[in-house]
């Protein structure tokens, strides 16, 4: 391809893998933020949740300076504390759904124009009545959200057998959450990364074509799949060209032209497409966001 990548997609990075240290709600937040907000190759941010509200006061001074947009991402509420909103139990669902919607509130705050989430781990004997909460939970985010503005609500499909175990899950079951939440709720969406696709057992087809109408957001990373006892194995986000990864400069051609091929990628309104790395052990951030950057120009220009 060689039209520029702004006119068919808008560059953004999430801001909680990159820099991991800040993925509980604290740390050096700031100074996160200030290291994307300087940035000029990123036009949108994914932000998660600050604890500190002094804090979220002053990153929000600088992202309003920035220009760039907000996205918040609240599966670190969720994945960091082990809620889950389809739990079989009442009160721990309603616990989950509770910091969503805290989240959901921070999101606002923060300017942000999409929140997105995960579904959680489950029982294949009770996976009915799972996904029964899971679509009830989500009507109240949906409607939670529709309240106070034009917030979206995107599901991220995770992987159901390997790390994450989440209930969405394979792509024939995201197609049928995601049928089911659109005839209620016109701000929901469906969140896809390149990342879970091998953890799905699915090829980039495979993940991507039954989904097409549905996806509203899109991320981009790596994964390490072959190996069990690989100390990446799973939903790590391991760095393109990390050894024994599964996605690389072909894959992640493959997935832009998919993109491209479905309408996702278009110059009416260029959507986001995010960078989902994270460093291995000892790696610098900076140059794993580096390294992605090349990625991607590079596969673009095969597309």
Same mark, same amino acid.
């Given at each position: 391809?060689n039209?520029?990548?702004?006119k068919?997609?808008?560059?953004?990075?999430i801001? %909680?893998?990159?820099?991991?240290?800040i993925?509980?709600g604290e740390? *050096?937040? @700031? +100074? $996160?933020?200030?290291k994307?907000?300087? !940035?000029?190759y %990123?036009?949108?941010? @994914?932000i998660s949740?600050?604890?500190?509200?002094?804090?979220?006061a002053?990153?929000?001074?600088?992202? *309003?300076?920035?220009?760039l947009s907000?996205v918040?991402g609240?599966q670190?509420?969720l994945l960091?504390t082990?809620?889950n909103?389809?739990?079989? &139990? !009442? $009160?721990?669902?309603?616990?989950a759904l509770?910091?969503?919607?805290q +989240?959901?509130d921070?999101?606002y705050?923060? +300017?942000a124009?999409g929140f997105?989430f995960?579904?959680?781990?489950? !029982? &294949?004997?009770n996976?009915?009545? $799972?996904?029964?909460?899971l679509?009830?939970?989500?009507c109240?985010?949906c409607?939670?959200a529709?309240a106070? +503005?034009?917030? $979206?609500?995107?599901l991220?499909? %995770?992987d159901?057998d390997?790390?994450?175990?989440?209930?969405v899950?394979?792509a024939p079951?995201?197609?049928? =959450?995601?049928? *089911?939440?659109?005839?209620?709720?016109k701000? %929901?969406?469906?969140?896809? !990364?390149?990342?879970?696709?091998?953890?799905?057992? &699915?090829?980039?087809r495979?993940s991507?074509?039954?989904?097409?109408?549905?996806?509203a957001?899109v991320?981009?990373?790596?994964a390490v799949c072959?190996d069990?006892s690989?100390?990446a194995?799973?939903d790590a986000?391991p760095? =393109?060209? =990390?050894?024994n990864?599964?996605n690389?400069?072909? &894959?992640?051609?493959?997935f832009?032209?998919?993109?491209?091929?479905?309408?996702?990628?278009n110059t009416?309104?260029p959507?986001i497409?995010? =960078?989902?790395?994270?460093p291995?052990?000892?790696? *610098?951030p900076d140059?794993?966001?580096?390294?992605?950057k090349r990625?991607l @120009?590079?596969a673009?220009?095969r597309?």
């Open positions: 391809m039209e520029p990548i702004r068919y997609f808008r560059p953004g990075i801001a %909680f893998m990159s820099y991991p240290s993925i509980r740390g *050096d937040i @700031e +100074g $996160a933020i200030r994307i907000a300087v !940035d000029p %990123f036009d949108v941010i @994914e949740w600050i604890k500190d509200p002094d804090v979220r002053r990153v929000k001074k600088t992202l *309003d300076q920035s220009r907000v918040y609240a670190p509420r960091t082990g809620m909103i389809n739990h079989l &139990e !009442d $009160a721990q669902n309603a616990a509770e910091t969503l919607k +989240g959901i921070e999101a705050e923060m +300017g124009s997105a995960l579904s959680g781990n489950y !029982d &294949e004997a996976k009915e009545k $799972a996904y029964e909460i679509v009830k939970n989500t109240q985010l409607e939670y529709a106070r +503005g034009e917030m $979206a609500v995107n991220e499909v %995770f159901f390997i790390d994450k175990k989440s209930l899950g394979p079951l995201a197609l049928r =959450f995601a049928q *089911d939440m659109r005839k209620l709720h701000n %929901f969406g469906l969140l896809v !990364d390149l990342s879970h696709v091998p953890l799905l057992h &699915e090829t980039i495979e991507i074509l039954p989904v097409k109408d549905y996806i957001h991320h981009i990373g790596n072959g069990p690989h100390p194995y799973g986000h760095r =393109f060209g =990390f050894p990864g599964s690389d400069v072909e &894959e992640l051609t493959e832009l032209r998919v993109l491209l091929e479905i309408g996702y990628l009416e309104k959507p497409v995010s =960078f989902e790395v994270k291995f052990g000892d790696e *610098d140059i794993i966001i580096a390294n992605g990625t @120009e590079t673009w220009a597309v």
